[in-house]
């Protein structure tokens, strides 16, 4: 199990390269599908670690 540093570490060098990719594709006027892939290939693994930092808690179902 990953600590919760490790998780924010990961989480900021995720977001470090989507404002890589970001800027690349901005730049781009083609805007190379490989890339678009990637981008939201980031953003899924940016999310399942905001998830896991943040996560809910309590019951869902009864």
Request: hydrophobic fraction near 35%.
């Amino acid at each position: 199990m990953r600590t919760e540093q490790q998780i924010k570490r990961k989480l900021n060098e995720l977001a470090m390269q989507k404002r890589t990719l970001e800027s690349r594709l901005e730049g781009d006027a083609a805007k190379d599908a490989s890339l678009t892939a990637q981008l939201e290939r980031l953003e899924d693994s940016i999310l399942l670690l905001e998830w896991v930092l943040n996560e809910p808690t309590g019951k869902y179902h009864v």
